[in-house]
């Protein structure tokens, strides 16, 4: 379920797939958790100077509490500091976020992989009655039959049965 | 200190080269593996029954093949569901259902054995990486499993169970992308050479010389397979032709076998058949007049390792059968073309 909200997001399904999984999530509570987290990890992704946590501001201080390394000279050295303070505490942030991310995500298989299996897929597994003609006519010259000789015709047999 | 690098250089190269040595022997015997299997399928009696599995369908049929003096003789028959028969022999294909024998496909200017030629096994060393992944025991044989992985995605990976002993291909096996199986053959019990029922092979034999080679359509048994009346003045065989239909867009290694002008049951006008192989599958494309039936819709289909694409392109119905995925037989019908010269 997570895989395939984590799919929905990222725009990857098919229109009718997509208006089946929503209506799951608009009646499914935990389904409707997830959607949530997951759109707020999102926002914080794209947006980390909106997250109320304080932890920007927990990182900044024990940075300054730490004896500094780089003798502070002057203003501007003060205000690289600064920078790197923030920088560093952005980074932190995102090893968290991404650390967190994964938890959620990482035990189910990548959500592209499937999308791209089924985006190519035949559209009618049945092969049209007169589609036995060309069949057997392309299987005499392929190598398969001189192969495995006439088991390849099986190809071309067994769905005659079914074409009467 | 400045011999060291050159050192582990020459030692380096010295490897890679017993390496790829190494490579190219273990290909040239995988290789023989498929020679003497395409041999032997021609070459030997057997009998034996075998699994057909595509999709979630398991599919059990007998097979017989005797090889006479004049040609080879080849009986399929399905064992579940109703009865029904494929009789092969020399390039002609009967199919024998509710007591009636029928032909359904005569194609001559074949080469009795097509066995594999140079070039495609060239073109199968380039395009697939091959190797023996060992010995396995199948329908109470041991065979050898030889592997076929593809350079690119436009085609199928190959395993085959080879018989040790007579060079019968006892299993076959055809996986996609992620290793999942499209289809596979395999015997599940079979008798190589001895006392074979040739019963047939004789009645066949005056059977097939006392029939008209395709049904007329005075005859009652006029009416092709799918429902439409056989036209009266259909040519035997194919005509081997220069078209002048091109195809731009085929995977390395795919090399032209055949090009022929054909006669096709249910179509009025021949059928343009260009045929190419890469050694281990091939692609047929099919280029005829479209008469307009609501059926020529473009459409993708599939049976087993077969796919089927078919599209109307200003008035002509093009149709690409081969066993190769769903995106390659796209491709090749989209780079069809035309070329008056």
Known sequence: MKKEISVLMDGELFEDEADVLLDRIKRDPAARKDWEMYHLVGDVLRQ?????????????????????????????????VRAFALSAAASLLAVGVVAWMSLQISPEPAPQMAMQQTAIRPVNLQIRSNSSDYLMAHQEFSPSTDMNGGASYIRTVSYSLREK | MRLRPTLCETLLSGLLLIAVNAFAGEDQDSLDWLRV???????????????????????????????????????????????????????????????????????????RFPALLPEQLSALRANYRIKETGVERVAGYNAQIILFQPMDNLRYTHKIWVHTDSGLLLKAAVLGDRNQLVEQYAFTQLIIGGDIDRLWVKLIASSVNSLPALPKSEQGASVGLSGVPMPVEIPKGGMPVNS????????????????????MRGRHAPVTQLVFSDGLSAISVFIEPSDGDEDDVEGLSCRGAVNLYHKVVDGNLFTVVGEVPPRTVMQVLDSVRYNAN
């Open chain 1, 48 to 80: 980390p100077e909106h997250i109320h946590c304080g932890l920007c501001e927990r990182v900044r201080k024990r940075i300054q509490d730490e004896p500094t390394v780089l003798a502070p000279r002057g203003h501007a050295v003060k205000q690289r």
């Open chain 2, 37 to 111: 299997a395409v041999f032997a399928s021609h070459q030997t009696d057997y009998s034996g029954v075998f699994v057909y599995q595509y999709g979630n369908r398991v599919e059990i049929s007998r097979i017989t093949h005797i090889v006479e003096p004049d040609s080879e003789y080849e009986k399929l028959e399905s064992l579940d569901g109703p009865k029904h028969e494929i009789i092969r022999h020399h390039g002609q294909i009967w199919r024998y259902s509710n007591q009636q024998l029928e032909q359904v496909d005569s194609i001559q200017g074949r080469n």
């Open chain 2, 244 to 263: 002048g239909w091109m195809v731009s867009a085929l995977p390395a290694g795919f090399k032209k076998t055949m090009e022929v002008q054909r006669p």
